[in-house]
Every structure is written in C-alpha cells, then in structure tokens.
C-alpha cells in the first residue's frame, strides 16, 4: 500500500476508463492509503475497495439497459436515472453482489464528495457504510433538477463536481504529498460557459440556497482552474495523472455498451502503459 492518495474524478458512464485503471491496480495488486471519489468517481471507487476487479464494467455493459439499473423515466419520479440502490441490492447468483464485508474492512480509507445546499460548499464522508454508504453515494452523483437533493448526515446535498470535480486539494490538505489522480477526461479539455438559461434554471429551482446557486454557476471557471493547477502541479512532479490520451466520446449516459467496453479496456491498457512511472513516483523521496 502507497501512503498517497488516490483522486477519481465523476462523469457518468465515462467512469468506464476509471474502472479500466482501476481493474489494472487490482491486477497489480496497487493500494493507497486514502481513496477520494466523486459521483462516478466515488461508484468506481466502491468497488475498488471491496476489491471486486471487473464489477463495474460488468454492470454498466450487461445491465446498461436493464430498466431496473437505467432508465430515464426515473427522472419524471425526481429519482437518480441511475438507480443506485439496484446496485447494492441482493441478487444473488444471476450477478457479483457488492461485498460489504470486505468493502467495511478495507484498509484503504474511502472519501466521498458530496455538494452542500445550504452553503453550496463540498462536504466529505469518510469511509460510509451499509445504508449510509448507499445515500452518501446518492448525494455525490444526484444531478440537479433531475434529482431530488439527497438527505445526507451533513445535510441536504447533490452532486459533489459541483463543489469539488477533481479533489486534489482535498487530498493535499489532509496532508499527502504523493497523490494520484484518474481523469476522465483528457488533460487539454476545459469546460465553456453555461448557457444564460441554465443560470437562470438554477437561479429560479435553487432560489432558497444562494450560495449553492453561485458555486452552481460558477462550476466551468472552477473545473478549469483545477485542470489548470493540476497540469502545473503535474510538471512539477507533485502530482501523478492517469487520463485519456485521446478526447473520450462516450456520452454521460452512453447507449452504446461497445463504446462502454472500448473505454474500459483503453483505461486498463493506459494505466498499464503508466504502471512503472507511477509506481516510482509513488516510492520516490517528496519534491
């Protein structure tokens, strides 16, 4: 195990490639001492953590159009398109049940990112379990006006890229000098302006929660700036960065399970190509 930690940004289904790197660690046996995940990003994580190599890729392309798993009708009832609760059910032989157990007893500590109406700030819960897990997950990939706002123990929440898309700065103040990050996009991507209707959208369904509102609309300018740092940081050595070498076209909601079973395998074969050179940077004295 590395004392470092391990960032995993969100993006719907294409956490594809994070669950390729991911399956790859698991190959090679890698762990960190704290894993921190949003939306996506956190779903990945579960199952990294409860070791279960291959899960999420089995899920998303065998069961991407089981109704029970996704459906967009889900969203006229303000549920999660995405039903999570599917996901940790007992389903006995007829697919990889999620192992709790092992989930529980992990030595790997796993942070989940969530965004915080009331003050529109990221809030972060360490090492969830059982039904707490299952809401916290909720919360961190509850889209905006798709999805009720989830009821969490820090409060009423949606989704953590709000707040907080990729927490490296998380990572660094709880003390890491070694941190490694899986994009799910590209290094050269940035994020344009929001449509004047979105803002408007936010401002009129979020009118109670003003300081959510702000970091709502304000989301474009502060992923880029954490893109931005991230490259910084990055050159300098201070930072590891496993991401797409190419620009990733599957959509949040990707139909097409080949494309699903594509950026899997890029992600497992990227992250081997990198195993060496982070593994080095990982057990190499601080910068």
């Known amino acids: 195990m590395y004392k470092a930690a391990l960032v995993l940004e969100g993006g719907a289904l294409r956490g594809q490639y994070t669950a390729g790197v991911l399956d790859t660690f698991m190959d090679q046996r890698v762990q960190f001492e704290t894993v921190i995940g949003v939306s996506a990003g956190a779903l990945c994580g579960t199952n990294y953590i409860s070791n279960q190599r291959g899960r999420t890729n089995d899920i998303n392309v065998n069961y991407r159009h089981d109704k029970n798993y996704i459906a967009m009708r889900r969203a006229l009832l303000r549920k999660d ?62 889209m905006p006006f798709i999805t009720a706002p989830q009821s969490t123990p820090q409060g009423l929440c949606l989704d953590g890229g709000i707040a907080d898309s990729i927490p490296f700065e998380y990572a660094q103040l709880a003390g890491y000098d070694k941190i490694v990050v899986i994009r799910t996009r590209n290094r050269e991507y940035r994020k344009g302006p929001d449509p004047m209707a979105l803002d408007r959208a936010y401002e009129h369904s979020f009118g109670d929660y003003p300081e959510f509102v702000t970091a709502a609309k304000s989301r474009p300018t502060m992923y880029n700036h954490q893109a931005d740092e991230l490259d910084r940081l990055e050159k300098a050595g201070k930072v590891f960065v496993i991401a797409p070498k190419e620009p990733v076209t599957v959509k949040r909601l990707e139909g097409d399970t080949d494309k699903l079973s594509m950026l899997h395998a890029t992600g497992q074969h990227e992250a081997a190509d990198r195993m060496m050179a982070m593994r080095m940077y990982c057990e190499s004295a601080s910068i």
Do not use: C
């Not at 398109?81 to 529980?104: A, K, M, Q, R, V």
């Not at 989940?112 to 916290?136: C, E, I, N, S």
């Open 81 to 142: 398109i995405i039903n999570l609760d599917y996901l940790f059910e007992e389903h006995g032989d007829s697919w990889e049940d999620f192992d709790h157990e092992t989930y529980d007893n992990s030595p790997m500590k796993f942070v989940v990112v969530a965004t915080a109406l009331m003050h529109g700030r990221a809030v972060y819960f360490d090492h969830p379990q059982g039904k707490d897990l299952v809401q916290t997950l909720k919360a961190s990939s509850a």
